[in-house]
């Protein structure tokens, strides 16, 4: 019985150079293609035969990944399946570690070839850096590396995953506790927190164990590349080619400066409308009206089914790409005990399609968590008819663009699960949350700079670091008596721990995703024809001109941010009347 939620999945591309059956988990199978694959090199003597062998090693990549796509989506559907954890370990241990030599060896033969500066030059330049890039920064000393990094994430991944508590006679995952936090009921909220807190720091040193070893590993990664900090590798391996780590401190100060006035404002207004002294970490989610929460579903079919209405209104192309996810079983979206944290849109890149994968317990984040993984969703279908591999997929940057766009566009719909004034309810607690979400992505990439330029630090002087940074953009919240909670904060974001450094894409792409708002309350059939167009180009244009592309601009100062923040205000204002 197959672990995926899907079942066989429509041929896009039938294959012309990988057989059509081949067990590509068996690396005795593999082999041979890349030995293929370099001597195609050498017999390319025009610049038609060098793109048909780009074309051949872009289809064996795309297998490759797909078989890593499906294992690792089986092992997040199931991290208590001894089966799924074994196939995925498996393909991490045996398979990845033996394919980083060959993809290397044919990036040296794409660079070296005489015929590569013949290629179009604005066609290939974008592969052309980032495979510079990845040639660059190859070490055979760091594969084995980076497959006990993969491991350790892993292991993060199945701690986090089979986290429960005991609560009023029910075992409840920590997602599941997030509902009560809505609850009206003061002392509800705090015994669900306060549970959930504790159960947290029993793990504490786990988390802490995991994570100073994967330090001690992404530092020789470094190391071995020669750079004096895991940053500054890091920076160049995620191809920061249009913004530089000055950039992200002016993007720290930006939201110092233009997000935490109203951050401390909306807190305030929170506190009074309450009736507190002062905020403490279960009052945050709840209604300040003391209004019942927000129940937009019960069952996850309704969830899809009101989203699929939402798409309808929205946009005829939008409507179809979902309608087709559905229908192919394409989306997990229930939370359930055994199941990875979080949510995530995974592309089979053979297939061509997208999966959606997250934990909806029946909160109003659940619809926003949806449409934001349609976004990335709609993009993987956009590039559906781009035959070059790699550029089938964009910047993070931009990705998160699709996705974040996505929630605002669909928010304009959200009375398809509300009546109108649960609805402004909604939207309010949406664009709240989009203030609040930048202050906290500020700590978190801010974090990992102080991390990984201080090599060698002590779990205390972490923790300073830390503190000090949830003093700058925590706001006005009362920790009193769960210090300790505070300071071990930053173990729930997965990102720390499985993705360094890929946290600030959220930020600048939640920039752009609000310039396309405002596009869209201006000209919303010229907003989404821009939003098709930059989603359509892939990975194939540098940030910039993807941005462009899509009708808002790649930047992140204090320029750009103020009159975004201006916006968000005047629709809360809009909302309050």
């Given at each position: 019985?197959?672990?995926?939620?899907?079942?066989?999945?429509?041929?896009?591309?039938?294959?012309?150079?990988?057989?059509?059956?081949?067990?590509?988990?068996?690396?005795?199978?593999?082999?041979?293609?890349?030995?293929?694959?370099?001597?195609?090199?050498?017999?390319?003597?025009?610049?038609?035969?060098?793109?048909?062998?780009?074309?051949?090693?872009?289809?064996?990549?795309?297998?490759?990944?797909?078989?890593?796509?499906?294992?690792?989506?089986?092992?997040?559907?199931?991290?208590?399946?001894?089966?799924?954890?074994?196939?995925?370990?498996?393909?991490?241990?045996?398979?990845?570690?033996?394919?980083?030599?060959?993809?290397?060896?044919?990036?040296?033969?794409?660079?070296?070839?005489?015929?590569?500066?013949?290629?179009?030059?604005?066609?290939?330049?974008?592969?052309d850096r980032y495979t510079q890039?990845?040639?660059?920064?190859?070490?055979?000393?760091?594969?084995?590396?980076?497959?006990?990094?993969?491991?350790?994430?892993?292991?993060?991944?199945?701690?986090?995953?089979?986290?429960?508590?005991?609560?009023?006679?029910?075992?409840?995952?920590?997602?599941?506790?997030?509902?009560?936090?809505?609850?009206?009921?003061?002392?509800?909220?705090?015994?669900?927190?306060?549970?959930?807190?504790?159960?947290?720091?029993?793990?504490?040193?786990?988390?802490?164990?995991?994570?100073?070893?994967?330090?001690?590993?992404?530092?020789?990664?470094?190391?071995?590349?020669?750079?004096?900090?895991?940053?500054?590798?890091?920076?160049?391996?995620?191809?920061?080619?249009?913004?530089?780590?000055?950039?992200?401190?002016?993007?720290?100060?930006?939201?110092?400066?233009?997000?935490?006035?109203?951050?401390?404002?909306?807190?305030?207004?929170?506190?009074?409308?309450?009736?507190?002294?002062?905020?403490?970490?279960?009052?945050?989610?709840?209604?300040?009206?003391?209004?019942?929460?927000?129940?937009?579903?019960?069952?996850?079919?309704?969830?899809?089914?009101?989203?699929?209405?939402?798409?309808?209104?929205?946009?005829?192309?939008?409507?179809?790409?979902?309608?087709?996810?559905?229908?192919?079983?394409?989306?997990?979206?229930?939370?359930?005990?055994?199941?990875?944290?979080?949510?995530?849109?995974?592309?089979?890149?053979?297939?061509?399609?997208?999966?959606?994968?997250?934990?909806?317990?029946?909160?109003?984040?659940?619809?926003?968590?949806?449409?934001?993984?349609?976004?990335?969703?709609?993009?993987?279908?956009?590039?559906?008819?781009?035959?070059?591999?790699?550029?089938?997929?964009?910047?993070?940057?931009?990705?998160?663009?699709?996705?974040?766009?996505?929630?605002?566009?669909?928010?304009?719909?959200?009375?398809?699960?509300?009546?109108?004034?649960?609805?402004?309810?909604?939207?309010?607690?949406?664009?709240?949350?989009?203030?609040?979400?930048?202050?906290?992505?500020?700590?978190?990439?801010?974090?990992?700079?102080?991390?990984?330029?201080?090599?060698?630090?002590?779990?205390?002087?972490?923790?300073?670091?830390?503190?000090?940074?949830?003093?700058?953009?925590?706001?006005?919240?009362?920790?009193?008596?769960?210090?300790?909670?505070?300071?071990?904060?930053?173990?729930?974001?997965?990102?720390?721990?499985?993705?360094?450094?890929?946290?600030?894409?959220?930020?600048?792409?939640?920039?752009?995703?609000?310039?396309?708002?405002a596009n869209s309350k201006k000209?919303?059939?010229?907003?989404?024809?821009?939003?098709?167009?930059?989603?359509?180009?892939?990975?194939?244009?540098?940030?910039?001109?993807?941005f462009a592309a899509a009708g808002?601009?790649?930047?992140?100062?204090?320029?750009?941010?103020?009159?975004?923040?201006?916006?968000?205000?005047?629709?809360?204002?809009?909302?309050?009347?």
């Amino acid at each position: 019985m197959s672990l995926l939620p899907f079942g066989s999945l429509p041929v896009y591309a039938p294959r012309t150079f990988v057989p059509a059956q081949i067990d590509l988990g068996d690396w005795t199978k593999i082999a041979p293609l890349f030995d293929r694959l370099d001597k195609q090199a050498a017999e390319a003597t025009t610049v038609e035969n060098l793109e048909h062998w780009m074309q051949a090693w872009g289809e064996l990549s795309a297998a490759l990944d797909e078989e890593s796509s499906r294992r690792y989506i089986a092992m997040t559907c199931h991290t208590d399946n001894p089966e799924a954890e074994k196939s995925y370990l498996h393909f991490v241990e045996t398979i990845e570690p033996e394919l980083k030599p060959r993809q290397f060896k044919l990036e040296q033969l794409y660079l070296h070839h005489a015929l590569r500066k013949q290629l179009p030059t604005k066609r290939f330049g974008v592969f052309d850096r980032y495979t510079q890039v990845h040639v660059d920064l190859y070490r055979e000393e760091n594969v084995p590396l980076e497959t006990e990094e993969a491991k350790l994430g892993q292991q993060y991944q199945k701690l986090s995953g089979s986290l429960t508590v005991q609560f009023r006679g029910e075992e409840k995952t920590l997602v599941q506790m997030g509902r009560f936090l809505e609850e009206p009921d003061r002392a509800l909220r705090e015994e669900a927190w306060t549970l959930v807190a504790n159960r947290r720091l029993q793990e504490a040193e786990k988390f802490e164990e995991l994570f100073d070893q994967l330090v001690v590993i992404r530092e020789k990664i470094a190391a071995n590349a020669g750079f004096s900090n895991y940053r500054d590798y890091a920076f160049k391996a995620r191809g920061r080619f249009d913004y530089t780590a000055e950039d992200c401190f002016k993007f720290h100060e930006a939201i110092e400066k233009q997000f935490m006035p109203i951050i401390r404002t909306l807190q305030t207004e929170r506190k009074r409308d309450l009736g507190l002294k002062s905020l403490r970490p279960w009052d945050l989610s709840v209604d300040p009206l003391n209004r019942p929460p927000l129940r937009p579903f019960e069952e996850v079919d309704s969830m899809v089914k009101k989203t699929q209405s939402i798409f309808d209104k929205l946009d005829t192309r939008l409507a179809g790409d979902f309608r087709k996810m559905n229908d192919l079983r394409l989306l997990d979206l229930a939370n359930r005990k055994g199941k990875a944290p979080g949510g995530y849109q995974s592309t089979l890149p053979e297939s061509r399609l997208p999966f959606i994968f997250m934990n909806a317990v029946g909160v109003q984040r659940d619809v926003e968590t949806l449409l934001h993984e349609a976004g990335h969703a709609f993009h993987a279908l956009a590039t559906q008819a781009e035959d070059f591999y790699p550029y089938r997929s964009a910047p993070i940057e931009f990705c998160e663009v699709a996705s974040m766009s996505m929630e605002l566009l669909g928010n304009e719909h959200i009375e398809e699960f509300y009546s109108q004034d649960e609805a402004g309810r909604a939207r309010r607690d949406h664009l709240e949350g989009i203030i609040e979400i930048f202050p906290w992505i500020a700590t978190v990439d801010a974090f990992q700079h102080w991390i990984y330029t201080h090599p060698g630090h002590t779990r205390k002087e972490r923790t300073t670091a830390w503190l000090e940074l949830m003093d700058r953009f925590g706001g006005d919240v009362d920790w009193t008596g769960f210090e300790n909670v505070r300071e071990n904060l930053w173990h729930r974001q997965l990102h720390i721990f499985l993705h360094p450094f890929y946290y600030i894409e959220y930020g600048i792409a939640q920039l752009g995703a609000l310039q396309i708002w405002a596009n869209s309350k201006k000209d919303l059939p010229g907003a989404l024809k821009a939003y098709h167009r930059g989603l359509a180009l892939g990975g194939s244009r540098p940030l910039p001109e993807l941005f462009a592309a899509a009708g808002c601009r790649f930047d992140f100062s204090a320029e750009t941010v103020r009159p975004l923040v201006h916006l968000v205000r005047s629709e809360l204002e809009k909302l309050d009347k």
